[in-house]
C-alpha cells in the first residue's frame, strides 16, 4: 500500500483546510487509517484515526469538534476536513494505514504517506 498526502498549505486562524490521503492499492477497506501530525522539535503524535467500514472514529482532545476525518473505499481516498484551525495546528500531517483497532501510536501503523505541511498563520 503505497499512500499520497495532500492538500496541506498557508492559512489565516479560524480558516480551514482539506487534507486527502490517496492509496494506491485496491485493499482499502480493510485498513484503519490515521492522521499523525509533527511539528518541529515535537514527536509526531495521532490526531485522528477511522475505522474499515468508516463507522468507527477518534480523536485526540485538542481537534475534537474542529476535526471530522473521512473516507470513501470506493475512492481508497481518506479525507481530513479541518475547521477553526489555530496557530498551534502547524505541522507536517501524515497518513498512515494500519490492521486491528485501537491503534494509536506510530509504530502501530505499516503504512505511511510522505506528509504535507500545513501552516496556520495568527
Known amino acids: 500500500v503505497q499512500l499520497q498526502a495532500s492538500g496541506g498549505g498557508l492559512v489565516q486562524a479560524g480558516g480551514s483546510l482539506r487534507l486527502s490521503c490517496a492509496s494506491s492499492?485496491?485493499?482499502?477497506?480493510?485498513?484503519?487509517m490515521g492522521w499523525f501530525r509533527q511539528a518541529p522539535g515535537k514527536e509526531r503524535g495521532l490526531v485522528t484515526t477511522?475505522?474499515?467500514?468508516?463507522?468507527?472514529?477518534y480523536y485526540t482532545d485538542s481537534v475534537k469538534g474542529r476535526f471530522t476525518i473521512s473516507r470513501d473505499n470506493a475512492k481508497v481516498t481518506m479525507y481530513l476536513q479541518m475547521n477553526s484551525l489555530k496557530p498551534e495546528d502547524t505541522a507536517v500531517y501524515y497518513c498512515a494505514a494500519g490492521t486491528g483497532w485501537g491503534l494509536r501510536k506510530p509504530s502501530d501503523y505499516d503504512y505511511w504517506g510522505q506528509g504535507t505541511q500545513v501552516t496556520v498563520s495568527s
Open positions: 492499492g485496491r485493499t482499502f477497506s480493510p485498513y484503519t
Open positions: 477511522i475505522s474499515g467500514s468508516g463507522r468507527t472514529t
